[in-house]
């Protein structure tokens, strides 16, 4: 069973930054994907980014160029900074993981175990 947690929401003013921490713990398999996604209010959960364990990563195109996921494989932890932030960032921020190998990367119905989720509010 593996678990994440995140941390290190809050509020910022547009034109800001933030970085995210996603820590897994439990079983965890050295080969797996982790992604994030954030849901604003009255809206369906939309992917982010992600990365694989071997560091290949896709991002949506609404935060390309602006946020940036790495990930310390050794401590299972994932990041997801995120820069020149915008009022529509605004949204509980949640980290997701799989080991499976997904058809279609950006549907969170391809992942399997989810954090708590963290909320992200920029001010304008």
């Known amino acids: 069973q593996v678990q994440l947690l995140e941390s290190g929401g809050g509020l910022v003013q547009a034109g800001g930054s933030l970085r995210l921490s996603c820590a897994a713990s439990?079983?965890?398999?050295?080969?797996?994907?982790m992604g994030w996604f954030r849901q604003a209010p009255g809206k369906e959960r939309e992917f982010v980014g992600n990365m694989w364990s071997d560091g290949s990563n896709y991002y949506a195109d609404s935060v390309k160029g602006r946020f940036k996921i790495a990930r310390d494989n050794a401590e299972n932890t994932m990041y997801l900074q995120m820069n020149s932030l915008k009022p529509e960032d605004t949204a509980v921020y949640y980290c997701?993981?799989?080991?499976?190998?997904?058809?279609?990367?950006?549907?969170?119905?391809?992942?399997?175990?989810w954090g708590q989720g963290t909320q992200v509010t920029v001010s304008s």
């Open positions: 439990g079983r965890t398999f050295s080969t797996n994907l």
């Open positions: 997701a993981y799989t080991v499976r190998v997904p058809k279609r990367e950006v549907d969170v119905r391809e992942y399997d175990v």
